[in-house]
C-alpha cells in the first residue's frame, strides 16, 4: 500500500536524552500512529544508547508514524530544527522537545484544520506566546530582555482563551509553521545559536512578509505534557542567561523600532478549529478551573 503523504512534519533535537526520547515516541505511538504525520528526529552526537536505540526502532518497523532518524554532531537545538525544516515533506512543521509527551488523539486533527481554515496564520505557538512593548531604558542585563514592561507571556484574555485563538508578536517551543512561510523567508537565524530569541526573530520575519503569528494554550487543554526538566538542564543557569542576553540584545537591535511602531496594533483572534474530542477536553478544563478558582 502507498504511503499517505504527511501533512505535519514533527522535528524532535535530541542530545543524550534516551530514556525521555523513548516516553515521547511512544506517546506519538499511542496517539497518532494513524494521523498524517512524520517524525524526524535529529540525533545530535549522542553518546549515551540514543544512536543505537534509534537504529533498533528503525530497524524492528516501530507502530508509530513514520519516522526518520538524522545525525547532527553537538550542533545544538536550532542547527537540528532548521535541519528538520530542511528535510520536512509535509506541508507544517512542528518544533517539539524530546521531552514532550502527546496526550491526546484530537490535537493533530485540530492543527491542521486550523491551518486549512486560517490561511493568514502562519505560526502558531502550542503553549504560549508573546507580546512585545517598546520601553524607554537600554538592554543592559538578562533581566532587561525580559522585563515585564518589555515582554509579556500571553494565550489571549480569559476566559476566551479557552475558545480561541490569539495573535501574538513572538512565541516559545513548540510551536508549528507553514513550510510556505520559512521558504520564504529562511529559517531560524544561526546567528541566534544555539538557541533562544531565535522563534521571535523568525516570528517577525513572517509577520513582515504578511502572515500574523498565533498563540493557544493547548499543553493547558491537556493535549500534551512538557517536563521541562530535561530542556533546561543541558546549559547552566549563568550559561542560560549569558545566551539569552546575548540573543536578547541582537533580537531588539533588530526590532525595536518595529515594535515601537506595531506594538498598538489591534490583535485578531480566531475560533479554534477543534474536535467533538477537543471540545470536551476544553469544557473539562474550563470546569476544573471553575471550581479551584471557587475553592481557591
Known amino acids: 500500500m502507498r504511503e499517505r503523504a504527511p501533512e505535519l512534519t514533527v522535528v524532535i533535537a535530541t542530545h543524550n536524552n534516551q530514556p525521555v526520547l523513548q516516553q515521547g515516541l511512544e506517546s506519538w505511538a ?82 491542521i484544520a486550523t491551518f486549512a481554515a486560517y490561511d493568514d496564520i502562519g505560526l502558531l505557538a502550542l503553549s504560549r506566546g508573546l507580546t512585545f512593548s517598546p520601553v ?33 508578536d513572538g512565541v516559545v517551543r513548540p510551536w508549528v509553521v507553514r513550510k510556505a512561510c520559512t521558504d520564504r523567508v529562511g529559517v531560524l537565524d544561526p546567528a541566534f545559536r544555539p538557541t533562544e530569541w531565535d522563534e521571535s526573530d523568525l516570528c517577525y520575519r513572517i509577520r513582515f512578509a504578511g502572515w500574523r503569528v498565533a498563540a493557544h494554550g493547548y499543553e493547558r487543554d491537556e493535549a500534551y505534557v512538557h517536563q521541562l526538566s530535561t530542556t533546561y538542564a543541558r546549559t547552566p543557569s549563568a550559561g542560560r542567561q549569558a545566551i539569552g542576553l546575548r540573543n536578547g540584545l541582537l533580537f531588539y537591535e533588530r526590532w525595536s523600532d518595529t515594535i515601537r511602531r506595531e506594538h498598538g496594533r489591534p490583535r485578531r483572534s480566531w475560533r479554534r478549529r477543534a474536535t467533538a474530542q477537543g ?15 471557587r475553592t481557591a
Not at 524607554?136 to 525580559?146: A, G, Q
Open 30 to 111: 499511542r496517539y497518532a500512529a494513524d494521523q498524517p504525520v512524520e517524525i524526524i528526529v535529529v540525533e545530535d552526537g549522542c553518546t549515551d544508547g540514543t544512536r543505537e536505540y534509534l537504529a533498533g526502532l528503525v530497524a524492528r518497523g516501530w507502530k508509530g508514524p513514520p519516522l526518520r532518524v538524522i545525525h547532527e554532531n553537538d550542533a545544538h537545538e536550532l542547527v537540528c530544527t532548521n535541519r528538520g525544516l530542511a528535510d520536512a515533506r509535509a506541508p507544517l512543521v512542528m518544533s517539539w522537545h524530546d521531552d514532550m509527551f502527546l496526550r491526546a488523539g484530537w490535537f493533530i486533527p485540530e492543527l
Open 136 to 168: 524607554d531604558e537600554p538592554v543592559l542585563t538578562w533581566d532587561d530582555t525580559v522585563d515585564w514592561r518589555r515582554v509579556q507571556s500571553t494565550i489571549g484574555p480569559a476566559p476566551l482563551n479557552w475558545l480561541r485563538l490569539n495573535e501574538v
Open 279 to 293: 471540545w470536551a477536553a476544553a469544557l473539562r478544563q474550563v470546569a476544573r478551573f471553575a471550581v479551584r478558582r
